[in-house]
């Protein structure tokens, strides 16, 4: 992939880069881990220290698991005018290119940052010729700016849709589903 060298702009004024996630990152990914959990973590009784060690068990447990899947997949932290504001994970496996996860800090969530990443990895699944697919949970408000870019559900996995973009699809008007 080439999304690691892109950079992105975002509005009349923002750009958005990208970097490999390194140790630098971890206290970002872990926020950008949590946020993503924060009402699950509000139905327990459990106090700061026992939020903050199940998530770093949880957030390993992730790494470890899309280390061990997708071992050629790109592990980047997003930047926006230089600002680490989320992390992007996508691999290229033989029959598609998936995003394995996107995720930015809530405070700059909803500010197009989004659109344009998803935008140009469609662009880069379509010159491989492949559908771009991720897993988005049922409840996810991010599932709606998926289907608004075209991705329609091509499987549930309990509470996730794969949801899927095929370029081809969309070079003839084909719908699919």
């Given at each position: 992939m080439e999304i690691a060298s892109k950079t992105i702009p975002v509005g009349a004024s923002r750009l958005v880069t990208f970097r490999p996630a390194a140790g630098e990152d971890d206290a970002l990914l872990l926020q950008l881990y949590g946020s993503m959990?924060?009402?699950e973590l509000a139905l327990t009784n459990?106090?700061?220290?026992?939020?903050?060690?199940?998530?770093?068990?949880?957030l390993d447990a992730q790494q470890t698991h899309y280390r061990k899947y997708y071992p050629g997949g790109e592990h980047l932290a997003i930047l926006a005018d230089?600002?680490?504001?989320?992390?992007l994970y996508v691999a290229v496996t033989d029959r598609e290119v998936r995003i394995l996860?996107?995720?930015?800090?809530p405070a700059?969530?909803?500010a197009g940052?989004?659109?344009?990443?998803v935008k140009e990895l469609m662009d880069e699944a379509e010159v491989l010729d492949k559908p771009l697919t991720i897993y988005v949970e049922a409840n996810n408000p991010s599932l709606r700016?998926?289907?608004r870019l075209g991705f329609v559900k091509a499987g549930e996995n309990g509470y996730?849709?794969?949801?899927?973009?095929r370029p081809e699809a969309e070079k003839r008007g084909i719908e699919h589903g």
């Open positions: 959990r924060e009402e459990w106090d700061a220290a026992q939020r903050e060690a199940f998530l770093r068990m949880q230089g600002e680490a504001i989320g992390r996860d996107i995720t930015i800090l700059h969530r909803n940052i989004g659109t344009p990443v700016l998926f289907e996730s849709f794969l949801m899927e973009w």
